[in-house]
């Protein structure tokens, strides 16, 4: 009784402290249908500005009020936590959603990074462009794909990006940093300082529509066939270690199938851990110690996380 008291005063003060934003705000709200894990608790607010200038407003408000923000786009590489997310979430998939050619240049390509990935292939694959096809089949936001630096084991989005439009998490105008402020690695853009990506400017290349046509199209059938299909997970949990293949490791440890309450380690591929159905993000963290600790037994190797863990665990 005393901790729902507790918990209805900090939602109501949280309702004050941002209150009269332009900005839709939802409190308490579910976050597991906002992930592709179908896992994770509540939001204590999540916010969903649809432009620019109500972005700037919630983050001007968040710093005033000593919020903590969390960045959330299609959540297709994240696990929140039973627990949910402390403060604020902020949102783009409500709004940030143009895509277009940049005028009298038939090479630059601008998203929204509200803008689902598969959009901006077929965007690019339909007026014959190269330099994102990188991203067939993956799934998520241009604003996830940009800060994951998301692509095959050969190519990254990064190499095709000119400019980005960037709010800083510290408040401020939206700025536009060209590609040589951002530092691109394997799975990851690192920016000056923590900041939300409201749009990214790519620049293509001239290729052949009818090869790009053949190449998403055998793509998605080998992604059909090679990783597990219409079944709730966060595509690679781990990031590859350097010259091998974190799939083929944990095969070879005999995990394939291996199942911790409702979570289980893909019997397609290895590096897939996907929600049989009821699976909380206690199930998933334990189903990922166990696999780090037989990787490391059976090959002395750390597995690192490609995932993003987010939010608090259960009180
Ligand atoms: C079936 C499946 C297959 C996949 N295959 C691939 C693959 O082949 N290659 C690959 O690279 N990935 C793959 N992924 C992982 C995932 O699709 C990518 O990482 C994608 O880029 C995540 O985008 P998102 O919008 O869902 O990001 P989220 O999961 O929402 O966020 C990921 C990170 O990006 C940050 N972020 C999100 N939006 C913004 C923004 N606007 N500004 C600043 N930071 C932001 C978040 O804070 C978080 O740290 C796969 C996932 C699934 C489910």
Redesign the pocket.
């Known amino acids: 009784m005393r901790g729902c008291l507790v918990e209805e005063e900090m939602v109501v003060g949280l309702e004050r402290k941002l209150a009269g934003l332009a900005c839709e705000v939802r409190f308490g709200e579910r976050l597991a249908p906002y ?2 894990f179908q896992v994770g608790g509540l939001a204590d607010a999540f916010a969903l500005p649809k432009d620019e200038a109500e972005l700037v407003e919630l983050i001007a408000r968040c710093r005033a009020e000593g919020l903590r923000m ?9 696990l929140i936590r039973d627990g949910g997310i402390r403060g604020v979430v902020i949102c ?1 998939v409500n709004g940030f959603r143009e895509i277009g050619l940049v005028a009298d240049d038939a090479l630059l390509v601008e998203a929204g ?1 509200g803008v689902k ?1 598969p959009q901006l292939v077929r965007f690019a694959a339909d007026r014959g462009l190269d330099g994102v096809e990188c ?1 067939a ?5 241009v ?6 630096n ?3 084991a050969e190519r990254f989005v990064g190499e095709s990006v000119e400019s980005i439009r960037w709010a800083r998490l510290s408040g401020g105008m939206v700025e536009t940093l060209p590609a040589s402020r951002l530092t691109f690695i394997y ?1 990851e853009a690192r920016f000056p300082e923590p ?4 749009a990214v400017r790519f620049r293509l290349r001239r290729g052949d529509a009818e090869a790009l046509r053949v190449y998403l199209k055998e793509n998605a059938a080998l ?1 059909r066939e090679r ?2 299909w219409g079944v709730p ?4 949990i781990f990031r590859n270690p350097p010259g091998e293949r974190a799939g083929r490791l944990i095969e070879a440890a005999g995990l394939k199938g291996r199942r911790v309450g409702g979570a289980e380690v893909s019997r397609v591929h290895a590096n ?1 851990l996907v929600n049989r159905g009821g699976a909380t993000a206690a199930d998933v963290l334990e189903l990922i110690g166990e696999v780090q600790a037989r990787v490391r037994e059976a090959h002395g190797l750390n597995l690192e996380l490609e995932l ?1 863990i987010v939010g608090e665990d259960v009180s």
């Open positions: 992930t592709t969390t960045i959330l786009g299609g959540g297709a590489n994240t783009l990074a990935i991203l089949g993956v799934p998520g936001t604003g996830g794909a940009l800060a994951m998301a692509g095959t799975r900041g939300v990506v409201t992604r990783q597990p997970c966060a595509g690679s897939f993003k």
